[in-house]
């Protein structure tokens, strides 16, 4: 581990606005969930069942029962339930290579990459779950471009959208560098879970790396760094080889290889 040895380069969330475009459209957020856990911060008096006794309550029912009053009988309290909460970073791969078209397709896997990243953006987020979306590129160590298309607490809606729609393809993929990038970031969120899921078309590579298992390396590191922190990663690939590295980056049961582009876009 070098310090100092990789620049990541994100610019400010609103210096890659674009102008609004025919396409732009809103997206309806769905707010429920049923998954629920237990907050000890929140507490549930006056109950007739409960985990633990009431003891204002109690004081009350004696209270009563001393004037004469029929006393409540509620003398019981538990602590409360809320939605869990989770916040979410699809990190789409940018580089050159997500400009050819896809086995069998005359869609791009940029195109196909987007159509995920809008499935999962518009499904998850909600109150409980936020979700941002980011992509990166690489051109060297000295340059590992990082962008925010849309940030944890916005709505995917007309601005955020057009930043997908606009994305382009170009230069390389150096993936460590930017999932250390993105643990960090969710790093510095509160949530019950915290996952990245990547969206790529290969294995990592960038133009000053000459070994073969480096970047291999480098980002299954950036992984097992995360799983540390407490982040989940997964990831999603359209690459019918990416078994001999992606196993080694993510690990056995963490990503998935789509063998056509619609199965990919459906996940």
């Known amino acids: ?11 400010p969330v609103g210096a890659i606005r674009y102008k609004a475009s025919p396409k732009a459209r809103t997206t309806k957020v769905d707010h429920q969930t049923k998954r629920r856990i237990v907050d000890r911060a929140i507490r549930l008096n006056k109950l007739t069942e409960g985990d633990e006794l009431d003891l204002n309550a109690i004081v009350d029912n004696a209270i009563d029962m001393r004037s004469g009053t029929q006393p409540d009988g509620r003398i019981f309290r538990r602590h409360g339930r809320r939605r869990k909460s989770s916040a979410i970073v699809v990190l789409m791969d940018q580089s050159q290579s997500t400009e050819r078209y896809a086995t069998g397709t005359f869609t791009t896997v940029l195109d196909i990459e987007k159509a995920a990243a809008r499935l999962v953006t518009s499904t998850l987020h ?18 590992v471009h990082y962008r925010t298309l849309k940030d944890f607490d916005e ?4 601005e955020p959208q ?13 993936m460590g560098a930017a999932l250390r990038h993105a643990s960090a970031m969710l790093g510095e969120r509160s949530a019950d879970y915290k996952v990245i899921l990547m969206l790529t078309d ?14 291999i390396a480098d980002a ?7 799983s540390a922190r407490g ?7 359209l690459d019918r080889r990416a078994d001999a590295y992606v196993q080694k980056i993510f690990g056995v049961r963490n990503y998935l290889i789509a063998d056509d582009a619609n199965a990919f876009a459906g996940y």
């Open 202 to 215: 290969g294995q990592p590579s960038d133009v000053d790396v000459l070994e073969d298992d480096y970047l």
């Open 231 to 237: 982040i989940q990663t997964f990831c999603l690939t």
């Open 1 to 11: 581990l070098r310090d100092d040895w990789v620049t990541v380069i994100e610019p």
């Open 220 to 226: 299954s590191h950036a992984v097992l760094s995360a």
């Open 126 to 143: 909600s109150n409980e779950n936020r979700v941002a979306l980011h992509s990166f590129s690489s051109n060297g160590r000295h340059q």
């Open 162 to 174: 057009e930043n997908l729609d606009l994305l382009r393809g170009g230069m390389s993929t150096r």
């Open 155 to 158: 709505d995917f809606g007309v």
